[in-house]
């Protein structure tokens, strides 16, 4: 059960968009439409931007959206403003019930 | 509104079990259709997923920590609980108890705790 590929640090200048990738392997993301992305600000817990490959829950901008190709989900943002700037993790379901999270992804805004 | 908090020792010992609960509002872990799920954070590093039990009692772990944890849950009291034995200074982390639907929607995070394994 290796860990999804993230890279590690992404930028871009507000107003922008920006996309994270994550990939796994056929066993995982591209195996279930059970991809969700986190964000995270430092010394706070992740909250759950998108689940699902690509559904927002109640209350997350429409400026957050996810998609699926293959083996390889990405997480887009658009309209980058200044409190975009967090890590994001994605995690996919990898079958007999567990888990698998990507190494994180730590996003700048310029 | 759902509120997951956890509570337990911030210091253990090398070769000790790590003991947490997760103490849930907002929500009844008998009604079902949940994951209580653990999760950890080591220091400057990217999550990993511990582990998640059903209402019922039924356990689904990390392989890679499935010899060292257990855990449990308590309907009575809503809470669920993580033991972690053995543990080491490659234990210390942020845990965070999350409420999810086993697959992809871990909706509801606890705040996290951090525990630090030293003698």
């Known amino acids: 059960q290796s860990a999804l590929t993230q890279p590690a640090s992404v930028s871009g200048s507000p107003g922008q968009s920006i996309t994270i990738s994550c990939t796994g392997t056929?066993?995982?993301?591209?195996?279930?439409?059970?991809v969700s992305w986190y964000q995270q600000h430092p010394g706070t817990a992740p909250k759950l931007m998108i689940y699902?490959?690509?559904n927002r829950p109640s209350g997350i901008s429409s400026r957050f959206s996810g998609s699926k190709s293959g083996n390889t989900a990405s997480l887009t943002i658009s309209g980058l403003q200044a409190e975009d700037e967090a890590d994001y993790y994605c995690s996919s379901y990898t079958g007999s019930s567990t888990l698998v999270f990507g190494g994180g992804t730590s996003l700048t805004v310029l | 509104q759902v509120q997951l908090q956890e509570s337990g020792p911030g210091l253990v010992k090398p070769s000790q079990t790590l003991s947490l609960t997760c103490t849930v509002s907002?929500?009844?872990?008998?009604?079902?259709?949940?994951?209580w799920s653990w999760m950890h954070q080591h220091p400057g590093k990217g999550l990993e997923w511990i582990g998640y039990i059903y209402y019922s009692g039924s356990t689904y772990y990390n392989p890679s920590l499935k010899s060292r944890v257990t855990i449990s849950v308590d309907t009575s009291k809503n809470q669920f609980s993580l033991k972690l034995s053995s543990v080491t200074a490659a234990d210390t982390a942020v845990y965070y108890c999350v409420r999810g639907d086993g697959y992809s929607r871990f909706d509801y995070w606890g705040q996290g705790t951090l525990v630090t394994v030293s003698s």
């Open positions: 907002g929500d009844s872990i008998s009604s079902g259709g949940y994951y």
């Open positions: 056929s066993s995982d993301v591209g195996a279930y439409n059970y």
């Open positions: 699902g490959v690509s």
